[in-house]
């Protein structure tokens, strides 16, 4: 199959591609707010995760600026905090991928990139897999 050639200035394809945001404390919310910028006009982007997360991640509006976001509002605001192990944080993170593969089987989005999840997140929170690839052979 060829793939139409993608520029910034031509929309060649309309490809949903739809991103989980991973742990909400790890490095996935500030992955995602680096290269949305860079990938703007490529391709149809959908975040999946926590907006208020995501935007304590990110630099300044231009990597919020037109960024369609499925929030799923499931981080407790109060003690949240970067760079920590909780099980809350893996239970939202499990979330944001099985809200992902919902809208695959739906045809809302047409493929998945996941950020990264804490594997000890996620067994804290009584997930026995040890990452993305598991749970999604499961």
């Given at each position: ?11 060649a ?8 945001m991973?742990?909400p404390s ?13 990938l ?7 975040v999946?995760?926590d ?8 630099e ?10 499925v929030?799923?509002a499931n981080?407790e605001r ?5 760079g920590?192990?909780r099980?809350e ?8 991928l099985d809200?992902?593969?919902g ?6 989005i ?8 804490s ?15 598991e749970?999604?052979?499961?």
């Amino acid at each position: 199959m060829l793939m139409p050639e993608l520029t910034k200035n031509k929309r060649a394809c309309r490809i949903r591609v739809g991103i989980t945001m991973g742990d909400p404390s790890g490095v996935g919310p500030a992955i995602i707010a680096k290269a949305l910028p860079k990938l703007r006009g490529l391709l149809e982007f959908v975040v999946i995760g926590d907006r208020w997360v995501f935007e304590q991640r990110t630099e300044n509006r231009e990597q919020r600026t037109g960024v369609k976001f499925v929030d799923l509002a499931n981080v407790e605001r109060k003690g949240f905090t970067f760079g920590k192990i909780r099980a809350e944080y893996g239970r939202a993170a499990m979330e944001y991928l099985d809200t992902a593969l919902g809208m695959i089987k739906e045809k809302q989005i047409d493929c998945l990139v996941t950020c990264p999840i804490s594997k000890e997140a996620i067994n804290l929170a009584g997930f026995r897999y040890n990452g993305h690839t598991e749970y999604l052979a499961k």
